[in-house]
């Protein structure tokens, strides 16, 4: 296709495009005569991958360009490469926490047989939170921690395996769009949830 097609099938102007493949976000086309150049398919969905990256996910070019070197590296695994946005997409740590916090973190991944990377940002983040609460006399007990980690990990196996038959890119990119847009779908579902246990248990 043309760089005009291209445009439309992304949803990018042309001159955002141009941007692009000036600053390497997107992979030249195969050159036709001195001008112009073929793109196809796998353009798009470059195109796309970056347009949730930058307009859902909120993230710099710079982020943006570690993320797609992850990609693109031959030598990670599809695992890698959607940590390399996942860790990016992760909470910022707002609260302080204690060793008692980050002992607890640890003894719940435990408990469930979790593994994070050593310095995964997912745990300083969930150490702040339940620093948070317990900060406010609202520290959940371990086994409404439990009740918790069970559900998000029923959900993340849905998730997961909604991947397996996607690229390294259409996961990546499902992942970030997932992440961001989903997860409010979550929340209103359980806040649902609690208001008809609550009716239930007034009757």
């Known amino acids: 296709m043309w760089m005009s097609e291209l445009a439309q099938r992304s949803g990018l ?9 000036r600053d390497g976000l997107l992979p030249a086309g195969e050159a036709v005569g001195a001008t112009r ?5 796998s353009h798009v969905r470059r195109l796309r991958l970056v347009r949730a ?10 982020d943006v360009r570690r993320v797609l070197a992850a990609i693109d590296d ?18 910022l740590v707002t609260h302080s926490s204690s060793a008692a916090q980050q002992s607890r973190v640890k003894d719940l991944l435990d408990r469930h047989d979790w593994e994070l990377a050593e310095h995964s940002s997912h745990r300083d983040a969930l150490a ?19 009740v918790y980690a069970q559900a998000a990990e029923l959900v993340s196996e849905r998730d997961v395996s909604s991947l ?3 690229d390294r890119a259409g996961a990546t ?8 847009l989903l997860e409010p779908v979550l929340l209103i579902l359980r806040r649902i949830a609690q208001e008809n246990s609550s009716r239930r248990r007034s009757r």
């Open 13 to 21: 102007p042309v001159p955002t495009i141009k941007y692009y493949l």
């Open 37 to 41: 150049a073929r793109y196809d398919d």
């Open 53 to 62: 990256l930058t307009d859902v996910a909120g993230m710099r070019l710079e």
């Open 74 to 91: 031959p030598t990670l695994s599809r695992h890698e490469a959607i940590g390399s946005a996942h860790t990016r997409l992760a909470p």
């Open 128 to 146: 702040g939170a339940l620093a948070a609460l317990a900060d406010l006399g609202h520290p959940p007990s371990d086994e409404l921690l439990d």
């Open 164 to 166: 397996a038959e996607t």
């Open 173 to 180: 990119e499902h992942a970030v769009v997932s992440t961001l």
